[in-house]
């Protein structure tokens, strides 16, 4: 069975060569530009995570403050969100579909992806729980010397 990447493992690159239309080239480069990031970059975390949107046709990559992270196909929902959400409610999709109004088959979508790539996932949670509790912090800071 294939090794399942890390989008940001620092896996060592190997060199693999493309033809691609100069218009999807002129694209890359420009999106690369806008980002801030090589286009080598750019187009590894692309192909990357459309590898991973058709094994989890129901997940979607979106960028955030804590970073770029998996998330449910028309929600606002992160991976980790409804994997805690579904811990809270003792591991019942039904009950967690219900108490998040979506579909139990996104529910479980999110829980393949999860158990797919469940370091990846974890890591993101924590940091996000991290920012979320700094950024709390720093709010009761600042009322408590108004």
């Known amino acids: 069975m294939p090794r399942k990447p890390n989008i940001d493992s620092g896996d060592a690159p190997v060199q693999r060569s493309f033809r691609?239309?100069?218009?999807?080239l002129e694209?890359?480069?420009?999106?690369?530009?806008?980002?801030?990031?090589?286009?080598?970059?750019?187009?590894?975390?692309?192909?990357?995570?459309?590898?991973?949107?058709?094994?989890?046709?129901?997940?979607?990559?979106?960028d955030g403050a804590a970073g770029r992270r998996p998330a449910m196909l028309g929600t606002r929902l992160d991976v980790w969100q409804v994997v805690e959400t579904l811990r809270s409610h003792d591991g019942s999709v039904g009950e967690t579909a219900e108490y998040l109004d979506q579909p139990e088959v996104k529910i479980r979508a999110a829980v393949d992806y999860y158990g797919a790539h469940q370091d990846e996932v974890d890591a993101f949670a924590a940091r996000a729980v991290e920012a979320a509790r700094r950024q709390e912090d720093a709010m009761r800071r600042a009322t408590s010397t108004t």
């Open 20 to 24: 691609l239309p100069a218009a999807t």
């Open 27 to 62: 694209r890359l480069d420009a999106r690369a530009r806008e980002r801030g990031q090589s286009a080598n970059t750019l187009a590894a975390r692309l192909i990357e995570e459309g590898l991973r949107t058709e094994e989890h046709p129901l997940i979607y990559f979106r």
